[in-house]
């Protein structure tokens, strides 16, 4: 079945840069478009970016612009999320989500990972 | 982008139906057919019921309905049950190829 696994959780100095990761698999890696949302303590969720596994093309949500970095590793059907510059307020759980088919248009996130927590505190 | 407006709770007693709606601009819900909401339990990562306006994903209770009206989308849950309580939130993909979630609206079954 379709899957998207996500690993542990980071704590994360004000300043410094996260990195993580979410593997896919039971489906065409390149074939779908990945997701990153984030959702901060008791609040609701934000979108923060898209990646085209084929071309590595990526589109980020205006407010992380500049501080975000979007990647992939085909051979590991893996898409990787890095935030730098890191604030308290980048406390959050990061989910990362499949879109729908790359070139085409729908509003699906289907199916979600399990989510990173990533605390950032001194 | 601004978050699309949802009311912060909706209750209803077991049985009955209950609607949720999605508030947004010419710029997102207005301007396409692409939203979809999304329910979500304590501690668990988002489950997609509703894609496209009105599509169910296979799977999904027949329970749940979506529409939209000019820059409103609502979703409707019929016959209302316990295993239904949690948090919903409504997205739309936006005039520039960005995505916008909603803010919410906790569901209580009373």
């Known amino acids: 079945q379709v899957q998207l696994v996500q690993f542990g959780a980071e704590v994360k100095k004000p300043g410094a840069s996260v990195k993580v990761s979410c593997k896919s698999s039971?489906?065409?890696?390149?074939?779908?478009?990945i997701h990153w949302v984030r959702q901060a303590p008791g609040q609701g969720l934000e979108w923060m970016g898209w990646?085209?596994?084929?071309?590595?093309?990526?589109h980020y949500g205006q407010r992380f612009q500049g501080r975000v970095t979007m990647t992939r590793d085909t051979s590991l059907s893996t898409t990787f999320l890095e935030l730098s510059t890191l604030r308290s307020d980048d406390t959050a759980v990061y989910y990362c989500?499949?879109?729908?088919?790359?070139?085409?248009?729908?509003?699906?996130?289907?199916?979600w990972g399990q989510g990173t927590l990533v605390t950032v505190s001194s | 982008q601004s978050a699309l407006t949802q009311p912060a709770s909706v209750s209803g007693s077991p049985g009955q139906s209950i609607t949720i709606s999605c508030t947004g601009s010419?710029?997102?819900?207005?301007?396409?057919?692409?939203v979809s909401w999304y329910q979500q339990h304590p501690g668990k990562a988002p489950k997609l019921m509703i894609f496209?306006?009105?599509n169910r994903p296979s799977g999904v209770s027949n329970r749940f309905s979506g529409s939209k009206s000019g820059n409103t989308a609502s979703l409707t849950i019929f016959g209302l049950q316990a295993e239904d309580e949690g948090d919903y939130f409504c997205?739309?993909?936006?005039?520039?190829?960005?995505?916008?979630f909603g803010i919410g609206t906790k569901v209580t079954v009373l």
């Open positions: 997205s739309s993909h936006t005039s520039d190829s960005r995505y916008v």
């Open positions: 990646i085209n596994p084929n071309s590595g093309y990526t």
């Open positions: 010419s710029s997102d819900v207005g301007d396409n057919n692409y």
């Open positions: 039971g489906y065409t890696f390149t074939d779908y478009y």
């Open positions: 496209d306006v009105s």
């Open positions: 989500a499949r879109g729908t088919r790359v070139s085409h248009y729908s509003s699906l996130f289907d199916p």
